[in-house]
Nanobody, 111 residues
């Protein structure tokens, strides 16, 4: 079973940017759909963005135009570029495929 490890989280001021990375333990060429989710304190986990092997993208309305998901099959990685960050983006961000979850990486947007 593939394992996922996220990195790239941290503390950033409103309006700033971060790039999250998800490293998979095996070749992701055969994996169709990979996604980023997030969970804020006291809230349910929600889909942020997803990408298929063929390049189809989907985003939560709250991040459209600010976040970009991408994948590098050669490096077995999925990325989430986050721009124009807002305090409401503060959450633990998780990488996901099928029923597999990473351990999460904390993103805090605060001045």
């Amino acid at each position: 079973q593939v394992q996922l490890v996220e990195s790239g989280g941290g503390l950033v001021q409103p309006g700033g940017s971060l790039r999250l990375s998800c490293a998979a333990s095996e070749n992701i060429n055969s994996i169709n759909y990979m996604a980023w989710y997030r969970q804020a304190p006291g809230k349910e986990r929600e889909l942020v963005a997803g990408i298929t092997r063929g390049g189809f993208l989907n985003y939560a309305d709250s991040v459209k135009g600010r976040f970009t998901i991408s994948r590098d099959n050669a490096k077995n990685r999925v990325y989430l570029q986050m721009n124009s960050l807002k305090p409401e983006d503060t959450a633990v961000y998780y990488c996901n495929t099928q029923s597999v979850w990473g351990q999460g990486t904390q993103v805090t947007v605060s001045s």
